[in-house]
């Protein structure tokens, strides 16, 4: 049964990717995309990868398109035909990077086996010394934020680092600040209707639902990044319904900048921490008495930096985009 | 189980080349970032298989369970998701600026403005 | 304190960017930034000093030993890295104020300290680590900060120019990202030591042979090696200057120690000879970068233009010597790495002052600079002539161990592709020469303007980078000893 759906999976994600070669047009290219995002998260379903694919589902399926659709909604639909003066160079670098694929699976050693060397090694000491050392269940959570705590530092200054590329981007340079929209927002002008109302009531649960992912992680799937991403839609949702200027009285821009930059300070101040207590950078154990109770600390608070940082990030990307489509519509 | 093994890797392998030729043969940028979207899922789905056990359950300890798929790709996939779409949105960033400026998103017609300049 | 020696110089700017990002004031930004660079160069100033006396250092992040846990690892090769991109960085914002000032709105100039200090903490991260997959994770944070910061030039083409790096960029990346997942099926771990340990059993693995391609194609794109080099005249031409001094003194060095580190470290070069014609491949691509690079500087109309094909060019020189793998090859490579970076920091921020003046860096406009800014123009000669490799020069030192390099397998074509190059590189730098001191100004007739040099921060630094160029072309002792000794620890003795 595992088989036929994964098998069912991996033949629908390839037909998408076909369909977005064969289709022209920016709108259906950006539904399939968020399909192929939700294939995929299905996909990481059937292989026991559920972080992957809850952060999957929210980024691929959610994410992305939303900002693609900002884009789009810009730009214009239109995708002109390519004038094909070059067409044999993509296809013979394609060609080659596939040659050198085929190549790279001739010694591969086979997918699903528990003793693959990529499951051997270094893997099963995560899975056997978890329980002892960090005392969490969820091991996925366990790696990302004790044994490799510092890739995931790295990780929240990548999403700090798109949120600062983006402002700098798209933010003017000429004092114009973010939209006083005098555009009556198409949604926002039926206050009693279907999408309105049923949003209103969903708002506070899926708030609620990112604290739950955010606290919830050391147990079962979810963590700082997925929560932060369900923290952030939440807002996003209500800005897409009320207009940007409310949901800016909400939370003003320059809040968001603050709170971007506290979650990565926040996870980093906890790896300083370590140092003063006299141990390396981000070792928990100095956190209390106990080194688990220390790893839990540590891990707890790492994982709200991320969670700050990472729904800080997301808003004020929206805020941007949302902002320079005002200012081009008006 | 070897049928399963290998299937996974020439989809990775398809999918990996249909992305890559959408991002180098299509002039529209936006279709540009997509296919570097797909692209880049496709390796996600690489390194999933690779730590994937069959008859392993996910990641998180409790009572019973003997065998576990590995966590690891899972930790080094949740922050190359991460990278994705902190590109994506750069990248998105740039071409709402170009528009403005260019009053197109055709690499083409950017290279006509170009070129005439 | 000394132990924890390894973990500062990627710490410190790590911690002051989002502190940077807290400043509202932009020239309180500045100051901020400016302490930051300063005391990352001086923490990696001592731990280059406590590599040099007591041999490689490793750092355990977490607490938690390699392979388990990230592993910093400290030796001479990178210890020199994390020296000279710190080194830039302050250079750089010390005396980039002015320029900074006026080709950003003020309403950017916070973010885009910000950004600055995310590369540099994003550079230092890929020289200091260990372990591959972190590589990643920090080439992505230097790379979307490198993007929004070419974007920020006031032309519109800087935005063209950073859209299609990120594009090159990210697929390089991808490529890189397929590598490691290569490498990890096949041995288990991201550690780079241990990697070294496990592959050489894997030497007739088809897999491992795709894995080091992809990495080594990932690369060279971000290296910009022929024919992967086409995003970065663009981007070195439209990006603002400062930001482009710091690129053409940092990033490609940058990508060179990753392609080395991947090249000895990891795969051990025994292997990348073995099943790729490697040493081929980098001397052939290389020579072709150097005479495709010059010659078309020679005809471009825009001087910052013209530089950055001379980058493109340089590079080569960098890729033969590690082609060659011979420890003089390699030491070469080094040398040669970092005195491009004193060359063209100097150039570029001579460049830097030129701009800030003239608002172009056209050859039509630039007569009769050598009159207006006459310590600038002097720099750039200078950088010009240590371009070229005349004695005296950093640049005499790098093209001599390179052509020692070349002298001892006795390949003497490539003393004569060298030597060659130089003498494009000259043509060049003829060009500028006549332009500044020997062409009138103001051809046009109008009244021919008083000196007006660059301002005082700026012409500073630019004195300075040119005055190193001649001091370690004196005094090379420092770059020649400390590449020698990477190169032999890269080579000969046994990573551990």
Known sequence: ?330 | MDILSYFNYWVVMALMMLGFYIVIARGNLVKKLIGLNIFQTSVFILYISAGNVYDGAAPILAEGVEAYSNPLPHVLILTAIVVGIATTSVGLALVMRIYESYGTVEESEILEQDEAC | MLSQLPILPVLLPLLGAPLCALLSRPVVAWAFACAVAVLTFAASTFLLAAVWQQGAMSYALGGWDAPWGIEYRIDLLNGLILVLVSGMASLVLLGGRASIWQETPERKRGMFLVAFLLCLAGLQGIAATGDVFNLFVFLEISSLSTYALVAAGKDRRALVAAFNYLIMGTIGATFILIGIGFIYMLTGTLNMTDLAERLPALAESRTAFAAFVFIVVGVCLKLALFPLHLWLPSAYTHAPSMVTVFLAATATKVALYVLIRFSFSVFRFEFTTLALPLETVFIVLGLVAVFAGSMVAIFQPDLKRGLAYSSVAQVGYMVIGVGMGTMNGVQAALIHMFNHALMKGALFMALAGIVYQLGSSQFSSLRGMGQRMPVTCACMVLGGLSLIGMPGTAGFVSKWYLVVAAADREQWFLVVAILAGSLLTAVYMWRVVEAFYLTPADIDGAAPKLRSEAPAGLLAVTVALALANVYFGLDSRLPVETAGGAAASLLGVPVR
């Open chain 1, 1 to 330: 049964m595992e088989i036929f759906v994964d098998v069912v999976l991996l033949s629908m994600l390839v037909a998408t990717a076909v369909a977005l070669i064969l289709v022209r047009g920016l709108m259906a290219s950006i539904m399939l995309t968020s399909i192929y995002g939700l294939l995929s998260a299905s996909f990481f379903v059937t292989m026991d990868a559920v972080d992957v694919a809850f952060t999957e589902a929210a980024v691929g399926a959610g994410v992305a398109p939303l900002l693609l659709l900002m884009t789009v909604a810009l730009v214009g639909r239109r995708e002109e035909r390519t004038v094909s003066r070059h067409a044999l160079v993509p296809l013979l670098l394609v060609t080659m990077t596939g040659a050198l694929l085929i190549v790279g699976t001739l010694d591969m050693p086979p997918f699903g086996s528990a003793d693959a060397p990529a499951n051997q090694h270094v893997s099963p000491r995560y899975l056997q010394h978890t329980e002892a050392e960090i005392g969490i269940p969820n091991v996925v959570t366990a790696v990302l934020a004790s044994y490799r705590a510092y890739d995931t530092l790295g990780e929240a200054l990548v999403i700090f680092t798109a949120g600062v590329a983006v402002i700098l981007i798209l933010v003017p340079g000429d004092g114009r600040g973010t939209a006083q929209a005098t555009l009556p927002d198409p949604i926002s002008g039926d206050r009693q209707g279907i999408v309105h109302v049923v949003s209103k009531i969903l708002i506070p649960f899926v708030l609620l639902f990112a604290l739950y992912v955010q606290f919830h992680g050391d147990y079962g799937p979810g963590g700082g990044f997925q929560a932060g991403v369900i923290f952030a839609s939440a807002f996003i949702l209500y800005g897409l319904l009320c207009g940007l200027p409310a949901v800016v009285r909400v939370i003003p821009p320059t809040v968001v900048e603050v709170l971007a930059a506290l979650g990565v300070l926040l996870y980093a101040v906890t790896g300083v921490l370590s140092l003063l207590g006299g141990k390396n950078f981000l070792d928990y154990s100095v956190l209390a008495s106990d080194p688990v109770t220390g790893q839990h600390i540590g891990i707890i608070v790492i994982e709200l930096g991320v969670g700050i940082c990472v729904a800080s990030v997301i808003i004020r990307i929206y805020y941007a985009f949302a902002a320079h489509l005002d200012r081009q519509r008006v």
